[in-house]
C-alpha cells in the first residue's frame, strides 16, 4: 500500500507500483472507439503510461495535453492515457482539445488494471479511482521508469519520464 495525498490530505492505494526492470503487466483496456488495446499490441515500442484519476480534473487535462505535446517529437513511442473516464467522454476531450499523438484508454470494463498496477485509491473521496502515475516500458516490454506521484492535485516530472525513453 502506497502512501499519497490529495490536497494534503492522506490517502492510500491498493498496492505498489510494479519494479524497474520487471516486465510491464500486460492488460486490455477500451479506446475511445470501444475498441480494445493491450499493451503488448505496442511491443517493440517505447510506451508511456500516463495513469490518472480523470479528465474532467485541470492538472489529469493538463498532464494530457502535455504528453500530447511531447509524444509529436518522440520516436518509436506511444503514449496511453489511462484513467476510469468513459471512452465517450475520452474522445470528446480529445476532439475538443486537438488531441492527436496520444491514445485514451478506459479502464471501465477493466478495474483490475489498478489492482495489477498498485494504483487504485483505497480511501478518501477518489475511492476506486487510480492514484497519478507515469510509467515507461522499453520495447521489450520491461519497465525502465515509474513515477508514483506524491500529491494527486500535482503534475508528474515530464522530464524525468521523457529522458528516460532512449
Known amino acids: 500500500m502506497a502512501n499519497i495525498t490529495f ?6 492505494t ?3 507500483l510494479p519494479k524497474v526492470g520487471e516486465e510491464a503487466p500486460d492488460f486490455t483496456l ?7 488495446a493491450k499493451l503488448s499490441d505496442f ?4 510506451v508511456v503510461l500516463n495513469i490518472f484519476p480523470s479528465l474532467d480534473t485541470g ?6 495535453r502535455r504528453f500530447n505535446k ?5 520516436k518509436n513511442t506511444v503514449v496511453l492515457c489511462i484513467s476510469a473516464d468513459l471512452p465517450f467522454a475520452a474522445g470528446r476531450f480529445c476532439t475538443t482539445e486537438g488531441i492527436e499523438n496520444v491514445i485514451t484508454l478506459s479502464t471501465f470494463r477493466n478495474p483490475s488494471f489498478g489492482e495489477q498496477y498498485g494504483l487504485t485509491i483505497v480511501d478518501g473521496p477518489m475511492k476506486g479511482l487510480l492514484a497519478r502515475a507515469v510509467i515507461v516500458v522499453n520495447p521489450e516490454g520491461k519497465i525502465v521508469y515509474k513515477e508514483l506521484v506524491p500529491e494527486i492535485a500535482q503534475e508528474p516530472d515530464y522530464n ?3 529522458n528516460s525513453i532512449v
Open 30 to 36: 477500451v479506446k475511445s472507439d470501444l475498441s480494445e
Open 14 to 16: 491498493c498496492g505498489e
Open 59 to 64: 492538472v489529469c487535462a493538463a498532464s494530457v
Open 43 to 46: 511491443r517493440g515500442k517505447y
Open 7 to 12: 490536497k494534503g490530505q492522506p490517502i492510500h
Open 160 to 162: 524525468s519520464a521523457i
Open 70 to 74: 511531447e509524444a509529436a517529437a518522440l
